[in-house]
């Protein structure tokens, strides 16, 4: 699977809007883009994922660039809930593929 | 909604004992993944299984051992503890294969194991 750089870090004011960039330069044409949520050690939990249409759920929006190499997450009013590590990983679907996980962004949500 | 079931939810175990982690996946899931996530660390991935047989293997120790029952749930054997598996344990399911939205993975609360 394609690696993926995240920013360790970045913080975000309660009731604006988050956006968590992620670049995947080496993605490949049949992997799609997902991102994850971990909220101190509880199980990861799924936000969103796409392959190159921007989707938007009742969590979140994601925007993946035309040429696929990089995308943003984006939580739109942010909450104190939302302080979490946020993944941004790419796999390929039709193989039961596992997530690997890279560093992450920490998302600090300050009041 | 039903989400996946890890128990137990906290074991301590000495060095050199043994334990079991089990693992039930969502209804109608039939693909099941182990992570384990060392303190400080991001999710590694240890094994999946897909329709009762092995699918994919990552860095997991030949002191563990995995496998999914008729029911689809999956046990986690772990032996010969030593103090660096000391982790948090995820298990996520996903659906059968298919489209896209069928395969994402959902995660238990896991398990958290101290070996002392």
């Known amino acids: 699977d394609a690696k993926t750089t995240q920013p360790p870090s970045m913080d975000c004011a309660e009731g604006r809007a988050a956006n968590l960039p992620c670049n995947h330069s080496?993605?490949?044409?049949?992997?799609?883009v997902y991102w994850y949520r971990q909220i101190h050690s509880q199980g990861p939990q799924y936000i969103i994922h796409?392959?190159?249409n921007n989707e938007t759920n009742e969590m979140a929006s994601l925007i993946i660039t035309e040429d696929r190499k990089s995308s943003t997450l984006i939580l739109p009013h942010a909450t104190l809930r939302d302080t979490a590590v946020y993944y941004c990983?790419?796999?390929?679907?039709?193989?039961?593929?596992?997530?690997?996980f890279g560093q992450g962004t920490t998302l600090q949500v300050k009041p | 909604a039903a989400g996946v079931i890890q128990s137990p939810r906290h074991l301590i175990k000495e060095k050199r004992e043994t334990a079991t982690l089990k693992c039930y996946p969502i209804p109608r899931h039939d693909t099941v993944y182990w992570y384990q996530q060392g303190p400080g660390q991001d999710p590694q991935f240890l094994i999946s299984f897909y329709e009762k047989m092995q699918s994919d293997k990552g860095s997991i120790p030949d002191r563990f051992s995995a496998q999914q029952f008729s029911d689809y749930h999956s046990e986690l054997n772990m032996s010969s503890l030593e103090l660096g598996d000391s982790a948090l344990y995820f298990c996520?399911?996903?659906?059968?294969?298919?489209?896209?939205?069928?395969?994402?993975?959902?995660f238990g609360p896991g398990t958290r194991l101290l070996v002392l």
């Open positions: 996520a399911s996903s659906p059968p294969p298919g489209r896209s939205y069928q395969e994402t993975q959902y």
């Open positions: 796409g392959l190159k």
């Open positions: 990983i790419v796999r390929v679907v039709g193989n039961t593929g596992k997530l690997i």
């Open positions: 080496t993605i490949s044409g049949n992997e799609y």
